[in-house]
Each structure stands twice: as structure tokens, then as C-alpha cells.
């Protein structure tokens, strides 16, 4: 399957995405973990009050008490410039898309997700850096033009990762 960033990114259901990085706010911060459907309490109890210090994650214990893919995100909701979303579905668009990790056979997404800096950081940050001056992004008031477009790639890659996890199923 031939991956096209146009062909495969959707901005659907990305308000709260949005509002978050244009209204750093607790409601906002709320909206946006349910949003990506971590919806359990404690990790909004946990990062809400840590909006007074300015950044929602630190090093430390609290950052370690959750699974990797959670703290990406985390990471992200602080700096998405520089942490891409990392989940199952971008995982599987990496791979597809580079030659040289899926020949790896014994990697998988647990493997990848502790290599996160030196794998999909890595991946995510090249293929933008190819691609920035061609993806199109609509202008959204308050909100920084890079984010919008590296949110577009984010949404390609999760769409076309779940459609080779579909195709994959459905082969006999």
C-alpha cells in the first residue's frame, strides 16, 4: 500500500486536541485525556495541579508511573514539537514505511516504545522534516501552524496504520 500523507490524514474529532494547545487550561486538560481516551481519574488528578508549574509532565515518579505510550503522549501535551503520539497504529505505519525495521523481526511495539527516543522520535521527526512544506493545514486561531501539521502527519500515520492492521486481518 503506497502511503500519502493528503490521501490518509484526517482532522476529524480533533477539537479538544486543538483547544488544549490553544487554552492550556484544567477543563482543557480534562477534554483532552478523555479525548484520547485515557479517561481514568487519577491521571488527570495526577496532572492537573501540576499546570502551576507550567508543564503537566517531570521527571521523577510520576512520569515513571505510567506506561510508556501514555508518557508519550504526556510528553507531547507539553512539547509536540518534540514527542510525537506514539500507539499500536503508528507503530505499524513505521514499520511498514521502513524497510530496515520490519526486517527486524524480533522488535516489537514494547521493544520500539523503550527505544522511543532513538525509533519512532527519530522516524516521525525525518518524515516530517521531508514532508512539512507539502502537507496542507488549515489556519486555526491561536494555534501554532507547525503543530497543526505535524498533527496532520500524526493523523495519516495513525489512519494508515490501522488500515495495514485491517488489511492484515483480512488477508487468508
Avoid at 500523507?5 to 480533533?14: M, P, R, V
Avoid at 479525548?35 to 481514568?40: A, D, F, M, P, Y
Avoid at 501540576?50 to 508518557?71: A, D, M, Q, Y
Avoid at 505499524?92 to 532513538?118: F, G, Q, S
Wanted: charged content about 30%.
Amino acid at each position: 500500500m503506497l502511503f500519502n500523507i493528503d490521501t490518509f490524514a484526517f482532522l476529524y474529532g480533533d477539537y479538544e486536541y486543538f483547544q488544549w494547545f490553544k487554552n492550556k487550561t484544567k477543563p482543557n486538560l480534562k477534554s483532552v485525556i478523555k479525548w484520547k481516551g485515557l479517561q481514568r481519574t487519577r491521571l488527570y488528578e495526577k496532572t492537573k495541579n501540576r499546570l502551576k508549574e507550567g508543564k503537566i509532565v517531570s521527571n521523577g515518579k510520576f512520569f515513571e508511573s505510567f506506561k510508556p505510550v501514555t508518557r508519550a503522549f504526556l510528553h507531547h501535551l507539553n512539547d509536540p514539537k518534540g514527542y510525537p503520539i506514539l500507539d499500536i497504529n503508528v507503530f505499524n505505519a513505521m514499520i511498514d514505511l521502513k524497510p530496515e525495521y520490519r526486517n527486524e523481526t524480533t522488535k516489537t511495539m514494547c521493544n520500539w516504545v523503550k527505544d522511543y527516543e532513538k525509533g519512532y522520535k527519530l522516524f516521525f521527526e525525518d518524515l516530517y522534516r521531508n514532508n512539512k512544506n507539502a502537507i496542507k493545514a488549515p489556519h486555526l486561531d491561536g494555534i501554532e501552524l507547525e503543530i497543526i501539521k505535524r498533527r496532520i502527519l500524526d493523523r495519516a500515520l495513525w489512519e494508515y496504520g490501522k488500515i495495514l492492521k485491517l488489511s492484515k486481518q483480512n488477508d487468508c
